[in-house]
């Protein structure tokens, strides 16, 4: 019996000491992410001691990686819209507008970018700040560092940002949580942009998109603007009449609109309302409830897209933005 309870208690000992090894990373076996950290002590941002017993507490998680073969954004748009755009979401949408009116006003005024979408985009990403994220944001960006080969490169640069965004900003680097992607805060910023493009709105001396609403407001409304956001200017409009010769040769191609109102009228395609003829526009195809449906998009539509290039997160954003600002007005 004694040498029986001798050999459990071994068997314990090796099974913790391997959950231990599992629970904490050693940098010495993961050169992707030895390299960001050398470069952070060679930089003077944290020194050898701490960037180690950082990461010793740091957990790969595979699971975020299978989360990537799961996006919402290849669903259909017509399910990818009941996601997103919902009574709660627009009666939700109408509250905090109305509870956060001043800083939405203010921010609109100084960067141009209209109430309905910032407060789109904070419905979309998070629930108005409700829904944030379960996963901590520094095991996301050193799993997908390191198992994630086909975007490897980008999440080892978020992670550098990241990880100096900790010492900058003065955030807890263990338990941030965000999305599986590592994006966090109210708004979801990625932590490049967190540093280019954050601002602190409410004016206490220190920019926190997990905390202040008015930090979220503010730099959303930066965000967009510092991506030429073009005041008073339209997004979308619903395309009555086409063909497939004309979407074929008037569809969208790339990263802003190649083509004009005026050229995309001519070619013979009915659209919804009067627009400037000059006016840069595409045409985009998107598979709703009745099936096929086009819509005519303009340079604010791809403004959106800089935050997320798909093209149903950004007809999202503009129908919600759209619903939201109805239901106030009703």
Wanted: overall charge positive.
């Amino acid at each position: 019996m004694k040498r029986y309870f001798t050999k459990l208690i071994l068997v314990l000992i090796i099974t913790l000491s391997k959950a231990v090894v599992c629970f904490g990373l050693k940098l010495d076996n993961y050169p992707q992410i030895k390299q960001i950290s050398d470069q952070l002590v060679s930089d003077g941002v944290y020194n050898e001691q701490e960037i180690e017993a950082l990461f010793a507490k740091v957990e790969l998680k595979p699971k975020v990686v299978e989360a990537f073969k799961k996006p919402a954004e290849k669903l259909s748009w017509a399910k990818y819209r009941d996601l997103f755009i919902t009574r709660k979401v627009i009666s939700n949408g109408v509250e905090f507008w109305n509870e956060h009116q001043q800083l939405l006003s203010n921010a609109s005024n100084q960067f141009g970018v209209p109430e309905e979408i910032i407060v789109a985009v904070l419905g979309v990403e998070t629930r108005f700040g409700k829904s944030m994220g379960s996963h901590a944001v520094i095991n996301s960006l050193s799993t997908l560092s390191v198992d994630f080969e086909r975007r490897r490169e980008f999440f080892q640069s978020e992670l550098s940002s990241f990880l100096k965004l900790v010492k900058s900003d003065g955030i807890d680097p263990l338990n941030t949580l965000g999305s599986y992607a590592g994006a966090m805060g109210i708004p979801q910023f990625i932590a490049s942009s967190y540093q280019a493009y954050a601002i602190d709105y409410d004016g206490d001396g220190r920019r926190d998109l997990i905390n202040s609403y008015a930090d979220a407001i503010g730099s959303v409304a930066n965000y967009f603007n510092l991506h030429k956001w073009i005041k008073d200017a339209p997004v979308k409009t619903r395309i009555k009449k086409i063909d497939a010769r004309q979407y074929s040769s008037l569809r969208q191609t790339g990263k802003s609109a190649q083509h004009d109102v005026s050229e995309i009228l001519n070619a013979g395609v009915k659209i919804a309302g009067e627009f400037n003829g000059d006016l840069a526009a595409d045409i985009i195809e998107l598979y709703g409830k009745d099936g096929k449906q086009y819509e005519l998009v303009f340079e604010n539509f791809y403004v959106i897209k800089r935050y997320n290039q798909s093209n149903l997160y950004a007809m999202a954003i503009t129908e919600l933005s759209e619903a939201i600002k109805n239901k106030r007005k009703s």
